[in-house]
C-alpha cells in the first residue's frame, strides 16, 4: 500500500502556473507508474500524465506541451508542471500510484484558474 499526499494547489490567473506536488508514504522506486488526473465540477475525473518506473510519459493532449509531470524517487514524490493555465483547467488535481492491479489515491488539491 501507499499513502499520497498532494499539494501546491491555488487560485492562479490565466497564462500562470503552478507545481503540484504528490508525496508517498513509501519508496516510488518500485512503483509501475505514477499518474495525475483531474476532476472539473459535474465532470468525470480524467487522465492528465503518466510517469512509469523507467521514467516513460505520456499526457492527456490537452495538456501537452503546457503541463509536465516528474518523479524524484529519492524523496518519494512526483510532480505536475503546469504551465500557461486556461479557465478550463480548474479542477480537483488528484495523484495516482499503479502498483500491479492496485491503485491509490490521494485526497487531491484545488486549481482555480480564474481573473
Known amino acids: 500500500q501507499v499513502q499520497l499526499v498532494e499539494s501546491g494547489g491555488g487560485l492562479v490567473q490565466p497564462g500562470g502556473s503552478l507545481r503540484l506536488s504528490c508525496a508517498a508514504s513509501r519508496s516510488i522506486f518500485s512503483i509501475d507508474a505514477m499518474r495525475w488526473y483531474r476532476q472539473a465540477p459535474g465532470k468525470q475525473r480524467k487522465f492528465v500524465a503518466q510517469?512509469?518506473?523507467?521514467?516513460?510519459?505520456n499526457y492527456a493532449d490537452s495538456v501537452k506541451g503546457r503541463f509536465t509531470i516528474s518523479r524524484d524517487n529519492a524523496k518519494n514524490a512526483v510532480y505536475l508542471q503546469v504551465n500557461s493555465l486556461k479557465p478550463e483547467d480548474t479542477a480537483v488535481y488528484y495523484c495516482?500510484?499503479?502498483?500491479?492491479?492496485?491503485?491509490?489515491w490521494g485526497q487531491g488539491t484545488q486549481v482555480t484558474v480564474s481573473s
Open positions: 510517469v512509469t518506473s523507467g521514467g516513460t510519459t
Open positions: 495516482n500510484a499503479i502498483m500491479g492491479s492496485y491503485g491509490y
